[in-house]
């Protein structure tokens, strides 16, 4: 129990152009998901918390223009990085959480910006 | 604030071996614990998750305990196979809110 479905896993975008990646709770509701960025070799560093039916909560430094969320429904959520630059380029993870199996995280999208 | 530590940051052995990675967090005010691996490219993968009621969770060759008072947590892997090396995860919520993350371990074991 608990999947959390993350699409695309790789994507490859023009600079300048805008990414969307796909969030979704397959076998429960999330009111709440996470978003997460990771560097190599390190650790997660959470960007935002989408919750549905209003805005998210960005972590400080986090450009909320930059990184659109939504979460429009009880199993889906978005993030859309928008007018990508090379320094976008990153792993981009999401999570929900339940609780009865605590966080659970997709299997991450490779953002590369050229 | 919450600090997460994991002990050592690199762990290589042989096959077969049963091992003990560390986990300790500053504050004990914690709502549960969890283990994640993950492997190189991909996300997490929950291992298992402790309520702070609770002392320790089994699942087939891991076994993870939780001392609140002393803000410990240990992740045991008996008879540890070449699939078992991936970095390893412990993080700690107090109650609905983000995950705070230990800085990892990096396993391999050696064929």
């Known amino acids: 129990g608990a999947v959390v479905s993350q699409h695309p896993s790789r994507v490859i975008c023009k600079s300048g152009t805008s990414v969307k990646i796909e969030c979704r709770s397959l076998d429960f509701q999330a009111t709440t998901m996470f978003w997460y960025r990771q560097f190599p070799k390190q650790s997660l560093m959470l960007m935002a918390t989408s919750n549905e039916g209003s805005k998210a909560t960005y972590e400080q430094g986090v450009e909320k223009d930059k990184f659109l969320i939504n979460h429009a429904s009880l199993t889906l959520s978005t993030l859309t990085v928008t007018s990508a630059h090379p320094e976008d380029s990153s792993f981009y993870i999401c999570?929900?959480?339940?609780?009865?199996?605590?966080?659970?995280f997709g299997s991450g999208t490779r953002l590369t910006v050229v | 604030k919450q600090e997460v530590t994991q002990i050592p940051a690199a762990l290589s052995v042989p096959e077969g071996e049963n091992l003990v990675l560390n986990c300790s967090f500053t504050d004990s005010a914690i709502y549960n614990l969890q283990w994640f691996r993950q492997d190189p490219g991909k996300g997490l993968t929950s291992l298992l998750l402790?309520?702070?009621?609770?002392r320790e969770q089994t699942s087939g060759r891991l076994n993870a305990s939780l001392d609140k008072s002393s803000g410990r947590s240990t992740l045991y892997i008996a008879a540890s196979q070449p699939g078992d090396s991936a970095t390893y995860l412990c993080?700690?919520?107090?109650?609905?809110?983000?995950?705070?993350f230990g800085t990892g371990t990096r396993l391999t074991i050696i064929p």
């Open positions: 999570s929900a959480r339940t609780d009865d199996y605590g966080y659970t």
């Open positions: 993080a700690v919520t107090r109650g609905n809110e983000k995950l705070t």
């Open positions: 402790i309520q702070s009621s609770q």
